[in-house]
């Protein structure tokens, strides 16, 4: 099976998530980048991976309007470079952004990318920095 570079940060991520002891991460039918996360947080998780420069995702309109009908937590996980590297916004964030700054494709995704696009945030680098945060949860 051949799979895009950005799949395989996903999936390191995902595997990687599911190797800690307690945690457990699976699909759901929401989409095939939303994620369950159960462990010391249950929330779900839309993970993006892009591993070419320049570092652009493709945030899909109608897969944050499925999430925003959820009434778990959720978040939205953009990986660059490796699947430790990237950032973690929460709903409020992601709100933020759609109204204010990503602008949208006329593909329906919302076209975040690295530098003023994600100015609220800072970037992770390590599985230990998602963790610390979404432990807080």
Not at 5 to 23: H, S
Not at 35 to 64: D, M, S
Request: charged residues 20%; contains cysteine; positive net charge.
């Amino acid at each position: 099976m051949n799979t895009s570079k950005g799949t395989r940060l996903v999936n390191d991520f995902t595997e990687t998530l599911n190797a800690l002891k307690g945690m457990s991460v699976s699909h759901t039918s929401i989409s095939r980048n939303v994620f369950e996360f159960k462990g010391h947080a249950n929330c779900l998780l839309y993970i993006k991976g892009r591993a070419e420069q320049p570092c652009r995702w493709g945030v899909t309109a109608n897969v944050i309007a499925r999430l925003q009908a959820q009434p778990e937590k959720w978040y939205v996980i953009l990986l660059f470079e490796s699947y430790e590297k990237g950032y973690l916004l929460n709903s409020k964030d992601v709100k933020h952004y759609i109204q204010n700054v990503w602008p949208i494709g006329r593909d329906g995704d919302y076209k975040p990318a690295t530098g003023s696009y994600l100015s609220r945030n800072s970037a992770l680098h390590s599985i230990d920095d998602f963790m610390k945060i979404i432990d807080n949860v």
